[in-house]
């Protein structure tokens, strides 16, 4: 039986693999909610939907719906990261089952009250983990696991997606509200090695500013060292060109491991693993948000010690100011 979906932060960047996950998984959406009325995506997904701007008349609408053959059954999140809490809860309080953008929170203790909110209303949280899904890294999370099980592989992880000045005056560039650069752009990478490589020892920070992050995570079966940014001038020469240049690497004992194709499509399958019951729930989530909660929060102490060969380019002004 199709679901019926409402979707909440559909004016977003995110909302149309949402949309297009919801109708190729053969489902229905009913609602939709934003602040922001540029939603003219809908029309080429579920024109007939339901529309609101404000969250009172979506919550009204929805609650209406209740009884009847258009009650909701799942809601999506793909709000602002500081938002995703208070979402999940009213997604769980209306009597629905939730699909969360990650960051699914952005402190630990959050998760515990999100169980608290499971345990009373008899619903479940599913984070997107699209990572877990992709072919290359299932295929590599079998090499480790089938491998010598004492050997600690040595891995570095660089991710940079470059981003302009609007990113700096959106939700985005407020750590309170994105939770900074390792939360917003690094969290799914964090999940991907703590899945393949085991839980963590240790959480040290190099350098943290408005336009990187770089440190060392040691983790069962790995030491990993890892740059994250948005600064296009880092960028290599062969950094893929288009709407958003981007580059990835990771490098296990010196050899580098491939997993550039292939991520757009993997919403889709998310949402596939999610109704058939094979979700990632809130336990799993506790591993990355705890990571990127230490980054946060931590002291950096420079460059010493394993650091990654990135973290020594020079760092550049914020451009309105920034200081942390």
């Known amino acids: 039986m199709p679901k019926n979906f409402a979707i909440i932060g559909v004016a977003g960047y995110i909302a149309p693999r949402h949309l297009r996950a919801i109708k190729e998984t053969g489902n229905r959406l009913i609602s939709a909610y934003d602040r922001f009325d540029s939603v003219g995506i809908m029309d080429s997904f579920f024109p007939e939907a339901s529309f609101f701007v404000e969250q009172e008349l979506f919550d009204r609408f929805n609650t209406r719906l209740k009884g009847t053959d258009r009650q909701i059954d799942m809601v999506s999140v793909c709000t602002p990261n500081y938002l995703h809490d208070a979402h999940c809860r009213y997604g769980m309080r209306l009597g629905a089952d939730v699909i ?23 619903h479940r949280v599913y984070n997107i983990f699209q990572l877990r899904l992709h072919k290359s890294i299932i295929d590599l999370r079998e090499k480790i696991a089938s491998g010598p099980k004492d050997k600690v592989y040595d891995v570095d992880l660089t991710y940079m997606t470059s981003r302009g000045n609007w990113y700096y005056t959106s939700w985005k560039g407020d750590e309170r509200k994105s939770g900074g650069i390792a939360t917003n752009i690094g969290v799914h990478f964090y999940d991907m090695l703590t899945w393949v490589f085991g839980g963590i020892k240790q959480n040290v920070v190099h350098v943290m500013s408005h336009d990187r992050c770089a440190g060392y995570l040691e983790l069962e079966r790995a030491r990993v060292r890892y740059f994250l940014s948005i600064n296009a001038d880092l960028l290599p020469a062969n950094a893929v060109q288009g709407e958003k240049r981007t580059y990835r ?11 550039s194709e292939g991520f757009t499509e993997l919403h889709n399958e998310s949402y596939r693993q999610i109704l058939a019951g094979k979700g990632f729930g809130l336990d799993e989530v506790r591993n990355c948000i705890e990571i990127v909660h230490g980054i946060r929060h931590a002291t950096p102490i420079g460059l010493k010690g394993d650091y990654h060969p990135l973290a020594k380019e020079p760092l550049v002004p914020h451009p309105f100011g920034w200081t942390r």
Request: charged share 30%; glycine share 6%.
């Open 100 to 122: 969360c953008e990650k960051p699914l929170v952005l402190n630990p203790w959050n998760i515990d009250a999100l169980q608290a909110v499971e345990r009373e209303t008899g």
């Open 249 to 259: 690497t990771i490098n296990i004992d010196g050899e580098e491991f491939e997993f």
